[in-house]
Protein backbone atom coordinates (compact mmCIF):
# COMPACT_ATOMS: atom_id res chain seq x y z
CA UNK A 1 0.00 0.00 0.00
CA UNK A 2 1.44 3.33 -1.43
CA UNK A 3 2.13 5.95 1.59
CA UNK A 4 -0.21 9.06 0.71
CA UNK A 5 0.53 11.71 0.55
CA UNK A 6 4.23 10.72 -0.91
CA UNK A 7 7.03 12.79 0.29
CA UNK A 8 8.49 15.32 -2.02
CA UNK A 9 12.00 14.36 -3.44
CA UNK A 10 14.02 17.28 -1.16
CA UNK A 11 13.07 15.43 1.70
CA UNK A 12 13.98 11.64 1.32
CA UNK A 13 17.27 10.96 2.11
CA UNK A 14 19.29 7.76 0.12
CA UNK A 15 21.49 5.91 2.25
CA UNK A 16 24.34 3.60 0.60
CA UNK A 17 25.51 0.59 2.28
CA UNK A 18 29.01 -1.25 1.63
CA UNK A 19 29.61 -5.06 3.04
CA UNK A 20 32.79 -6.69 3.32
CA UNK A 21 33.94 -10.01 5.08
CA UNK A 22 37.62 -10.57 5.77
CA UNK A 23 38.81 -13.72 3.22
CA UNK A 24 40.99 -15.18 6.47
CA UNK A 25 37.99 -15.41 8.44
CA UNK A 26 34.24 -15.06 7.87
CA UNK A 27 33.04 -13.96 10.79
CA UNK A 28 34.81 -10.59 10.84
CA UNK A 29 32.36 -8.33 9.29
CA UNK A 30 32.59 -4.57 7.93
CA UNK A 31 29.55 -2.53 7.15
CA UNK A 32 29.80 0.92 5.95
CA UNK A 33 26.64 3.34 5.16
CA UNK A 34 26.76 7.12 4.03
CA UNK A 35 24.70 9.73 3.04
CA UNK A 36 24.35 9.46 -0.91
CA UNK A 37 24.38 13.31 -0.97
CA UNK A 38 27.26 13.73 1.91
CA UNK A 39 29.62 10.92 0.60
CA UNK A 40 32.45 12.27 2.75
CA UNK A 41 30.65 10.96 6.34
CA UNK A 42 30.46 7.83 6.69
CA UNK A 43 29.49 5.03 9.70
CA UNK A 44 31.46 2.39 9.67
CA UNK A 45 30.71 -0.86 11.84
CA UNK A 46 32.74 -3.91 12.26
CA UNK A 47 32.03 -7.34 14.00
CA UNK A 48 34.14 -9.84 14.87
CA UNK A 49 37.93 -9.99 15.39
CA UNK A 50 39.54 -9.78 12.35
CA UNK A 51 43.24 -9.40 13.45
CA UNK A 52 42.57 -12.81 15.73
CA UNK A 53 45.58 -15.69 14.27
CA UNK A 54 43.86 -18.82 15.33
CA UNK A 55 40.62 -19.57 16.49
CA UNK A 56 40.15 -19.62 20.13
CA UNK A 57 36.54 -20.37 22.30
CA UNK A 58 37.67 -17.53 24.92
CA UNK A 59 37.19 -13.48 24.12
CA UNK A 60 40.58 -11.77 23.88
CA UNK A 61 41.53 -9.96 26.86
CA UNK A 62 44.26 -7.26 27.51
CA UNK A 63 46.87 -7.53 30.37
CA UNK A 64 46.18 -4.81 32.37
CA UNK A 65 48.83 -1.67 31.89
CA UNK A 66 49.79 -1.41 35.84
CA UNK A 67 51.23 -5.64 35.39
CA UNK A 68 52.89 -4.83 31.90
CA UNK A 69 54.99 -2.06 33.17
CA UNK A 70 56.10 -4.37 36.42
CA UNK A 71 56.66 -6.91 33.82
CA UNK A 72 58.72 -4.68 31.72
CA UNK A 73 60.65 -3.89 34.89
CA UNK A 74 61.15 -7.33 35.95
CA UNK A 75 62.35 -8.36 32.26
CA UNK A 76 65.64 -5.80 33.07
CA UNK A 77 67.04 -8.16 35.67
CA UNK A 78 65.56 -11.76 34.93
CA UNK A 79 64.86 -14.36 32.24
CA UNK A 80 61.52 -14.38 30.60
CA UNK A 81 60.70 -17.78 31.62
CA UNK A 82 61.32 -16.73 35.84
CA UNK A 83 59.56 -13.77 35.20
CA UNK A 84 56.26 -15.32 34.12
CA UNK A 85 56.37 -18.01 36.84
CA UNK A 86 56.59 -15.09 39.38
CA UNK A 87 53.65 -13.12 37.85
CA UNK A 88 51.74 -16.53 37.87
CA UNK A 89 52.76 -16.81 41.90
CA UNK A 90 52.51 -13.19 42.82
CA UNK A 91 50.14 -10.95 40.79
CA UNK A 92 46.51 -11.68 40.97
CA UNK A 93 44.73 -14.61 38.25
CA UNK A 94 42.34 -11.56 36.54
CA UNK A 95 45.99 -9.32 36.30
CA UNK A 96 48.23 -12.04 35.77
CA UNK A 97 50.05 -12.18 31.85
CA UNK A 98 47.36 -14.39 29.49
CA UNK A 99 50.41 -16.58 28.69
CA UNK A 100 54.45 -16.43 28.32
CA UNK A 101 53.88 -14.62 24.59
CA UNK A 102 52.59 -11.78 26.61
CA UNK A 103 56.06 -11.67 28.85
CA UNK A 104 58.07 -11.66 26.08
CA UNK A 105 56.30 -8.12 24.39
Same mark, same amino acid.
Given at each position: ?PFN @? #?????? !?????????? %?? *?? +?????? !????? +? $??????? /?????? =?????? $?? *????? @? +???? $? &? !?? =??VKD? #? %? &????? /?? %?????? %?? +????????? #?
Amino acid at each position: MPFN @P #QPTADT !VTTLTRYYGT %LN *AD +ATFKKR !VTWDA +A $SPNIAVV /EYQGHG =NAKTKT $ST *AYVRT @P +AATM $S &K !VG =NMVKDK #Q %L &KKVYN /EC %LVDVHP %LN +APRNARSVR #Q
